[in-house]
């Protein structure tokens, strides 16, 4: 393989790992350090890069081609961003060659790490009684928040997978929670809505897009930052209108 080769294929590699990163609810300044880290065990000093939340641009020196990639969809996968870096340790002590890891990264990509959907439910609807137990609620409640948070996070879901409109899909979710909720305390199923909803709709909420929003603004990245604390704000605002809808009827 030749230097331009190597260049070819250290530019492809390293926006892989970007990108997946950066798919996977990772913090902007960790994305651009693991890329320059990659590209420094490659003897490649001059790389410099660009990470949004949209979009990443990666160059390796002023003489070289610039490459971009867009992110398309944001998801939380911390299991895929811990792979990555493994691959990406592993590159800078020089225990896989650039090949291998450009081969590990694409075997990483088409891998599923995420849990079938009816465990995935289940915990959110553990989490929603827990919930509902630390906001100060009665243990009596927790049937009725169990069966609002799960069922809220499949409607998710699957609206998600259909409309691919996030606010869409978080804003039915929250709806449903809303109705549920509701509907417990009008047969006598429960005795507080209010802690009922909070506890439910609490696996919709952007906690991690909130936190790296936080730590990308103090890092420094003043663009991600503000798109990501955007881009939670929409998510909340489009629960709070979901539930709003359901108590205002």
């Known amino acids: 393989m030749n230097k331009e080769q190597q260049y070819e294929l250290a530019l492809d590699c390293l926006l892989l790992a970007g990108r997946m990163m950066m798919e996977s609810g990772a913090e902007t300044y960790r994305v651009e350090d693991t890329m320059l880290r990659m ?25 070289q081609v610039t490459k971009i990639t867009s992110i398309t969809s944001r998801i939380t996968d911390l299991h895929k961003i811990a792979k990555v870096n493994n691959v990406s340790r592993k590159l800078s002590v020089q225990m896989i060659t650039l090949e291998e890891a450009y ?6 990509q088409k891998t599923n790490y995420f849990l079938p959907v009816h465990i995935q ?9 827990c919930f509902l137990v630390l906001f100060n609620g009665y243990w009596s409640d927790m049937p009725a928040a169990f069966v609002a948070g799960g069922v809220g996070f499949i409607v ?9 409109v996030k606010f869409f899909s978080e804003f039915l979710a929250a709806s449903v929670v809303g109705l549920l909720a509701s509907l417990a305390v009008h047969f006598g ?6 802690k009922i909803i909070v506890g439910a709709v609490m696996p919709l909420v952007p906690g991690l897009l909130i936190t790296n929003a936080v730590r990308d603004l103090m890092a420094g990245h003043f ?5 990501k604390g955007t881009e939670a704000f ?16």
């Open 189 to 194: 199923l429960g005795s507080e809505m209010d």
């Open 223 to 227: 663009t991600a930052g503000i798109a």
């Open 156 to 164: 998710m879901l699957i609206f998600q997978k259909l409309t691919r």
């Open 39 to 63: 590209a420094r065990s490659q003897n490649i000093e001059d790389a410099q890069s660009y990470v949004t939340p949209t979009g990443i641009i990666l160059s390796l020196g002023k003489s």
């Open 234 to 249: 929409l998510t909340a605002f489009a629960i709070g209108s979901g539930i709003a809808v359901i108590v205002a009827f």
């Open 103 to 108: 081969d590990e990264l694409r075997m990483i």
């Open 121 to 129: 439910a289940l915990a959110a609807s553990i989490a929603s009684s």
